[in-house]
Structure formats: structure tokens, C-alpha cells
């Protein structure tokens, strides 16, 4: 049996981002972080990101940490989701940097690591306009003098995170915020900190351009060693690999059909009402592969001509009309992944993953 469907990763192409990224940061003093909560943590895939050079992983689950470690990497691994007060123990135990923004949280994981004779690094972040995790500028001097009371815990540095929740962008303006704070505290506090950490893939531009504040010295990047992707900066990024994750399903029914359901329209599987447009009779494949499978909006046909019109729970349904080839049942159909398609493929149990390493290695 030939596993459908399934998810083709190209490791060499994910080492290949990864080595370009991390040679582009270094020549300006940036270190990278390779993220793998977009893909769960797969060990052959993290494998492939620590060959491609990173300095440290970064995960927002303590699952993906734990598993990690189970399968023997020691490498520095940083908590990307600010911890739960209740879970204190096990961040303390398995990771070595967190990133935080609550006091009550930072003085339990202080307790905890003390508990096992240990000091719990953190990143403080800091709400620089995305408005999703992060103190409030104007909080962060007395947070840090609070913080550095604390015998468990070792101040690295600040963080902050942008493009995630408010769409917003990172620029020298809001990155150059951190700086700014980083040498208040200095000035103020006598607090010397060694991380300034200005955020994941959509922070790459400024790299790219120059416009990075000198001081920024860490990413925690995922999408776009991925994905070579930049979703909030809306483009591809063209020196990286844009197809290290490749999804393939069977077509199991090809049919020309009416554009438009014939009956009284009533609501989908999914309690919505559906619209369709006349457009005629058109070619109409459905593949194996449903929203109990992956997120379908995640998912782009690689086929120019095909379209994606919807999908039920185990079905497909795609528009080939316009396909260059004739498609039959039984054949298979490619489609890229973003960043909200592999988060979902990657973890879901009916797709197989398989590993492919081609001969793209340049240099
Ligand atoms: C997910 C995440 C990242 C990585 O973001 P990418 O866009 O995938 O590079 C970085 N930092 C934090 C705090 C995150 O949660």
C-alpha cells in the first residue's frame, strides 16, 4: 500500500534555508533560533535544522520540549509560549531559556528551579505595538528590578514578538524600542543583559535590508527555514526554497458536473450556508483528503489550473478544468503548504510523513 495522504519533506532543502538564514544573521552579529512547534518537533526535521547550523531550538509547547529530549537532544531549547503557572516544574526541568511576561509566573519558575538547585533563564518580553504577549514599555524598569531580586531566575535578556496577533510590522522604529530599554536598564538598573531578541521570520527583511538596530542579536525563526515564506510581510522569499513540504493526495473521483447544486440550498456539513457562481459545467476531481485530515485553506495546488472549490470532513472537491494534463482517478495531486497548512498536516494522524533528501546541497 502506498501511503496517501502524505506529507513529502525535503530535509535538505529545510538545512539548506536554515544554513542560508543563519549565515545571513551571523554576518550581523544575530544569532537564530530554529523554531519547531510549526511542524511538531519531527526529529528527522530538527535533525536537519541543527545541520543547518542554528544556534539553539525554540518550541511553544512543553510536549514538543519533552520529546525532544526524549530522543537525546541536549542543545539549548527555549519555551516560545510564556509558561502556565501551573506547569512551572516541568519548563524548569526541560528547558533552559523562557519567555515571560507575568511576575507571579517568573517568581514560581524562580522557586522551581531553585527547588532542584537550579537557575531558570528567561527573555522578559516586551509589547512593542503587536499587542499580543509582553509587558507594557512602561512597566519594564520595575519589572527587571523586581526580576533581578529573584535567586532562581537569570535575567538573558528582553524579547518581543510583532506580526502575530496585531499584523504588526517589525521596523527600526519598534525593534530599536528594545535597544532603547536595553540601555536604560543598563544606566539605570547597572543590569547588563545579553539578549535582545527582535523576533521571528517577518524580522528577516530588516536583516536583509540593513535596517536591523544594531544591538538586536537573536531570531527565533520557524516559517521561513520552513517554508521560505514571510507571511506578514505578504512574500516569498526568493534566495530561500519555497517547497521543503509537499502534500499528496489520491484522486478518487473525476467527473464533469453543473457549477451549481441542484435542489433547495440548505447548510454544509459545517453548519454554514454555501454560494456558488455559474460558471457552466466544469471538471471536477475529488481527493482523499478532508478537513478532518488538515486545514484546507493551508493547503495551494502546485498544478497550474487547478483550484481548490471546498471541502467536507473526507472529501476534496477541485475545479481541474483548466488543468494542463488529464487527471484520472488514482493519480496524485501536489500542494504546498503554509504556515497554518503545515501546522495542521504535521500533527494530524492520517497523513503519513515521509523524508526525502534531494541534491540541491550547493554549498
Ligand atoms: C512562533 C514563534 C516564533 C517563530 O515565528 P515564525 O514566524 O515561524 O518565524 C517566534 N517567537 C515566538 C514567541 C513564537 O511564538
Redesign the pocket.
Known amino acids: 500500500m502506498s501511503f496517501s495522504p502524505r506529507l513529502e519533506v525535503d530535509l535538505d532543502k529545510i538545512k539548506y534555508n536554515t544554513a542560508k538564514i543563519v549565515q545571513l544573521c551571523q554576518e550581523q552579529g544575530i544569532s537564530v533560533l530554529g ?1 519547531t ?2 511542524f511538531t518537533a519531527i526529529p528527522q526535521i530538527v535533525t536537519a535544522i541543527l545541520e543547518g547550523g542554528v544556534d539553539g531550538l ?1 518550541d ?1 509547547r512543553m510536549e514538543n520540549i519533552l520529546e525532544l529530549r526524549k530522543a537525546g537532544f541536549s542543545i539549548p531549547i527555549t519555551l ?2 510564556i509558561p502556565r503557572l501551573s506547569n512551572v516544574e516541568t519548563v524548569v526541568k526541560y528547558s533552559n531559556v523562557s ?1 515571560n511576561s507575568e511576575i507571579t509566573v517568573i517568581q514560581a519558575l524562580g522557586q522551581a528551579a531553585l527547588k532542584i538547585g537550579a537557575k531558570h533563564h528567561i527573555i522578559l ?1 516586551v509589547d512593542v505595538g503587536d499587542l499580543r ?1 509582553g509587558i507594557l514599555t512602561e512597566h519594564v524598569l520595575d519589572t527587571v528590578q523586581a526580576i533581578v531580586k529573584l535567586d532562581g531566575i537569570a535575567l538573558d535578556g528582553l ?1 518581543t ?1 510583532m ?2 496577533f496585531g499584523g504588526i510590522l517589525p521596523e527600526y522604529n519598534n525593534l530599536n524600542i528594545l535597544v532603547q530599554l536595553g540601555k536604560l536598564i543598563e544606566s539605570k538598573l547597572g543590569v547588563n543583559l545579553e539578549v535582545l531578541s527582535g ?4 524580522s528577516l527583511l530588516l536583516v536583509e535590508k540593513g535596517e536591523m538596530p544594531r544591538g538586536i542579536n537573536q531570531l ?5 527555514l ?1 517554508l521560505g515564506t514571510d ?2 510581510n505578504n512574500r516569498n522569499i526568493d534566495w530561500l526554497q519555497n517547497d521543503a513540504f509537499i502534500l499528496k493526495a489520491e484522486v478518487i473521483e473525476v467527473k464533469a458536473k453543473p457549477s451549481v447544486p441542484i435542489g433547495n440550498i440548505g447548510r454544509d456539513a459545517f453548519g454554514n450556508i454555501p454560494e456558488f457562481a455559474d460558471v457552466g459545467i466544469r471538471n471536477r476531481a475529488i481527493v482523499a483528503f478532508g478537513k478532518q485530515d488538515g486545514y484546507i485553506e493551508g493547503l495551494i495546488p502546485v498544478e497550474p489550473g487547478i483550484t481548490i472549490l471546498g471541502a467536507s470532513s473526507d472529501h476534496m472537491i477541485l475545479d481541474i478544468t483548466e488543468a494542463a494534463r488529464k487527471i484520472r482517478v488514482g493519480d496524485e495531486l501536489a500542494f504546498r503548504v503554509n ?1 497554518s497548512g503545515l501546522l495542521s498536516v504535521s500533527q494530524s494522524r492520517y497523513v503519513k510523513k515521509v523524508f526525502r533528501k534531494e541534491l540541491l546541497w550547493l554549498n
Open positions: 523554531v512547534k510549526g525554540a511553544a516560545l509560549r519567555v518580553m504577549e524579547g514578538n506580526g502575530c523576533g521571528g521570520t517577518s527565533r525563526i520557524g516559517e521561513g520552513l507571511t506578514t504556515y
